[in-house]
């Protein structure tokens, strides 16, 4: 049963601090996105990549986000200094071009 | 750019149907729709294509009307399990491999027994 792995599942972090959430996705996807889920703004992308190179990051903060992928079974997302607007669940999904994405359970985080 | 999606929230009794509606003000490629239960990610549901092509699970019917930029889920005789908030989400193109979806805020479907 193929799936979408994510992790930690849940951070607590104090305003300032570094977070790096990972995923890896399901073996032979070559697509990956990270999403951003609050109650205010839905669901969000944040960025995405193909066979591991960036297509687009534009729904990021460059300032304190960034995402890559080191290799075919690791994408990480980290954030730079973490701030309480930041507080939301993360969530990496994997698809083949042009099908459906399969969604991982996600990172709830919250920033005091 | 968001689609806007309708109604926000529906009650049923199990057995009734409902139709949920997104509609976009831009040209669009496709249309995906995604269920989420309360502290589950999304669950894929369909894709419905430019020029009629469907992809999908057989019990889930949805229409897209391209010259509208309007898309509707169809929920016939519904269940307990169909009880979720339900995303559409919209491509406006593929130039240059670019596949982005934007989600609509969502419809909250309460199915009661």
Redesign the interface.
């Known amino acids: 049963d193929a799936r979408v792995t994510q992790t930690p599942r849940h951070k607590v972090t104090e305003m300032g601090q570094e977070v790096t959430m990972r995923c890896q996705p399901i073996l032979g996807h070559n ?1 990956v996105f990270w999403y951003r889920q609050t109650m205010m703004q ?4 944040l960025a ?1 990549f ?1 066979n591991r190179a960036p ?2 990051d534009s729904g990021m903060p460059k300032d304190r986000f960034s995402a890559e992928m080191p290799d075919a079974t690791l994408a990480t997302l980290k954030i730079q200094p973490s701030e309480p607007r930041d507080s939301a669940v993360y ?1 990496c999904a994997s698809g083949l ?10 990172t709830r985080l919250t920033v005091l | 750019q ?1 689609p806007v999606q309708s109604p926000q929230a529906v009650i049923l009794r199990e057995g009734e149907d409902a139709v949920i509606n997104c509609s976009s003000s831009k040209a669009l490629y496709s249309v ?1 729709w995604y269920r989420q239960k309360h502290g ?5 549901l369909m ?1 419905l294509l430019k020029g009629g092509e469907q ?1 999908g699970h057989e019990k889930i019917s949805a229409s897209f009307n391209e010259k509208k930029q309007q898309s509707s889920l169809y929920l016939t005789a519904s269940q307990l399990s169909y009880s979720g908030t339900y ?1 559409c ?1 919209t491509e406006r193109g ?1 130039q ?11 419809t909250k479907l309460t199915v009661n027994p």
């Open positions: 697509t839905g669901l969000e992308l995405y193909r297509l687009d969530f071009r042009g099908n459906e994405q399969f969604f991982g359970p996600g | 968001q995906h589950e990610a999304p669950v894929f894709i992809k995303f989400g593929r240059g491999g670019s596949e982005k979806l934007v989600f609509g805020k969502g």
